[in-house]
């Protein structure tokens, strides 16, 4: 049998509308992104990255709109180039930080792209989510050989590569509070490095959206979003500092002084949740890679703050009626209670 006619008589799975429903909404969100920067960029190449990422997102949301009305499914509201991004509005961020966002989302969709495809059981939404991970990549190798051609490809610092096999011996190989601490670990640096690099690509992102933003609570919620990144940033440098490894310098990434109207503040609310939730991936995926007691604590402080943050900024955006209602499952009991 035709499996591409067997397919249509089975429902989307949870998960499969879940990670349809969410790649909607996320690529909604940085079209407008990408249709904001395209106005002011200068150089041709990053510009020609960017027009190559807005025609994928466009892609992606197109069908996945086809595909939720032919399965009778509502199409996610979003975002929209008309309402929330002004393109008219003056230049907020540098060329540098487009590539260097640019490359950071490629990343993110990347991981959440191989997810959606682990968690699919349709052979077209493999075959669909796929092809997505398949051009996270390609951007990520476009973004990748701008950056290293242009000297802006940051490296995690070098260490002696290791001549000889060998295995932990004492248990002090766990003590981070108390006792002497051993050398970082290479994946350790590795993961330190990165999470200091996103904080800085974030602080940048949010401190150009405090600028701009209208509402009160909006504003002070992505102050509050800059000052934990810088937080962050710093707790992570010193840690690397503590055993003689410099951090990652910082980019030419601060937003320019304008503060005039260029994104919704539901669009900027919404994005600091998506990257707020990708951190709590990260940080987590660290702390389960670190066995050092101190380093595996940071981890949890900070996700526990995070958490909290993130918290905090869904209730704004419950507010101010701004937080698109995911599919959720039946309430049972409200439809015993209705009869």
């Given at each position: 049998?035709?499996?591409?006619?067997?397919?249509?008589?089975?429902?989307?799975?949870?998960?499969?509308?879940?990670?349809?429903?969410?790649?909607?909404?996320?690529?909604?969100?940085?079209?407008?992104?990408?249709?904001?920067?395209?106005?002011?960029?200068?150089?041709?190449?990053?510009?020609?990255?960017?027009?190559?990422?807005?025609?994928?997102?466009?892609?992606?949301?197109?069908?996945?709109?086809t595909l939720f009305k032919n399965e009778k499914v509502a199409v996610p509201k979003?975002?929209?180039?008309?309402?929330?991004?002004?393109?008219?509005?003056?230049?907020?961020?540098?060329?540098?930080?487009?590539?260097?966002?640019?490359?950071?989302?490629?990343?993110?969709?990347?991981?959440?792209?191989?997810?959606?495809?682990?968690?699919?059981?349709?052979?077209?939404?493999?075959?669909?989510?796929?092809?997505?991970?398949?051009?996270?990549?390609?951007?990520?190798?476009?973004?990748?050989?701008?950056l290293l051609s242009k000297g802006l490809f940051l490296r995690p610092s070098q260490?002696?590569?290791?001549?000889?096999?060998?295995?932990?011996?004492?248990?002090?190989?766990?003590?981070?509070?108390?006792?002497?601490?051993?050398?970082?670990?290479?994946?350790?640096?590795?993961?330190?490095?990165?999470?200091?690099?996103?904080?800085?690509?974030?602080?940048?992102?949010?401190?150009?959206?405090?600028?701009?933003?209208?509402?009160?609570?909006?504003?002070?919620?992505?102050?509050?979003?800059?000052?934990?990144?810088?937080?962050?940033?710093?707790?992570?440098?010193?840690?690397?500092?503590?055993?003689?490894?410099?951090?990652?310098?910082?980019?030419?990434?601060?937003?320019?002084?304008?503060?005039?109207?260029?994104?919704?503040?539901?669009?900027?609310?919404?994005?600091?949740?998506?990257?707020?939730?990708?951190?709590?991936?990260?940080?987590?995926?660290?702390?389960?890679?670190?066995?050092?007691?101190?380093?595996?604590?940071?981890?949890?402080?900070?996700?526990?703050?995070?958490?909290?943050?993130?918290?905090?900024?869904?209730?704004?955006?419950?507010?101010?009626?701004?937080?698109?209602?995911?599919?959720?499952?039946?309430?049972?009991?409200?439809?015993?209670?209705?009869?």
């Amino acid at each position: 049998m035709d499996m591409s006619q067997t397919h249509k008589k089975i429902s989307l799975s949870t998960s499969e509308l879940a990670s349809l429903w969410t790649t909607y909404i996320n690529d909604s969100m940085v079209i407008c992104m990408f249709n904001q920067f395209l106005q002011h960029i200068e150089d041709t190449e990053i510009k020609e990255v960017i027009t190559f990422a807005l025609h994928l997102s466009e892609g992606h949301c197109n069908e996945i709109s086809t595909l939720f009305k032919n399965e009778k499914v509502a199409v996610p509201k979003g975002f929209n180039v008309n309402t929330d991004v002004n393109l008219s509005g003056p230049r907020l961020y540098s060329d540098t930080f487009y590539l260097l966002y640019l490359h950071n989302m490629g990343k993110i969709g990347g991981n959440s792209y191989s997810l959606c495809l682990a968690t699919s059981a349709r052979n077209d939404m493999r075959s669909l989510f796929e092809k997505y991970v398949k051009q996270s990549m390609e951007l990520f190798q476009r973004t990748s050989n701008l950056l290293l051609s242009k000297g802006l490809f940051l490296r995690p610092s070098q260490i002696e590569m290791p001549s000889e096999v060998d295995f932990v011996k004492q248990q002090s190989f766990l003590n981070g509070w108390l006792g002497e601490k051993r050398p970082l670990s290479a994946i350790e640096i590795m993961n330190l490095f990165f999470n200091i690099e996103r904080n800085q690509i974030g602080q940048s992102l949010v401190t150009g959206f405090s600028q701009v933003a209208t509402e009160k609570d909006v504003k002070k919620f992505l102050v509050r979003a800059r000052d934990i990144a810088s937080k962050h940033i710093e707790i992570f440098s010193t840690t690397l500092n503590e055993s003689n490894l410099p951090a990652p310098m910082t980019w030419d990434t601060l937003p320019t002084s304008s503060t005039s109207h260029t994104f919704s503040d539901k669009l900027m609310m919404f994005h600091v949740t998506v990257l707020t939730g990708a951190s709590v991936s990260h940080y987590g995926t660290s702390m389960g890679s670190s066995p050092r007691r101190d380093i595996g604590l940071n981890y949890n402080r900070i996700i526990q703050e995070i958490l909290l943050f993130a918290e905090d900024g869904a209730q704004i955006m419950i507010n101010h009626g701004w937080l698109e209602q995911p599919p959720q499952a039946p309430d049972r009991q409200a439809l015993v209670n209705k009869n």
